[in-house]
């Protein structure tokens, strides 16, 4: 029996959560996971296998230093690419006009080399105890919404560690 071979690319800026999620995905739960982390530098490459499926995950590094390179790359990095999953940091309001712009610049690549994948955002660190002003992330979310071409499939989620990794569907 051969696997179903899965390539997900993780991206957003530097500490929006990115290998935290990588770590739910693949079931490390531990605390300590989440404590020791260090900031992904380049590109993590993992893959692991659930069920019937091979799972290959590259979480890109957020730093800036890095971004540049990664435009210039984009349509090498999501060659046989499955899934695009974005990820903002809610909690951190100042950095959501430079987070949508790295997500329009990628999306402006995937448009233009005609890369049609399957796309999630997620607005992460959206904890149980987070105390946002509700037109906050609605605002986010139609900003999101206004930048995506009608082309793209797209999902936009709430997502949060605290709940062994809790995805639910923004509406």
């Not at 659930?50 to 290959?56: L, N, Q, S, V």
């Amino acid at each position: 029996m051969s696997l179903e071979k899965v390539k997900i690319l993780i991206l957003g800026l530097k500490s929006s959560g990115k290998t935290s999620i990588v770590y739910s995905l693949q079931k490390k739960i531990n605390l300590l996971n989440f404590v020791n982390l260090k900031p992904t530098r380049g590109i993590n490459k993992i893959d692991f296998e659930e069920g019937d499926t091979k799972f290959y995950i590259w979480d890109f590094g957020g730093q800036e230093s890095y971004r540049k390179d990664y435009l210039e790359r984009m349509d090498r990095y999501f060659n046989e690419a499955k899934k695009f999953i974005y990820v903002i940091d809610i909690q951190e309001q100042e950095l959501y006009d430079n987070s949508l712009g790295f997500l329009e610049d990628i999306i402006l690549i995937l448009k233009n080399k005609e890369l049609y994948v399957s796309i999630s955002i997620f607005l992460h660190k959206y904890d149980p105890d987070l105390e946002i002003e509700e037109e906050i992330p609605i605002n986010l979310v139609k900003k999101i919404e206004a930048l995506i071409p009608k082309e793209f499939k797209y999902k936009i989620f709430k997502t949060s560690i605290y709940t062994v990794f809790r995805k639910l569907p923004f509406s």
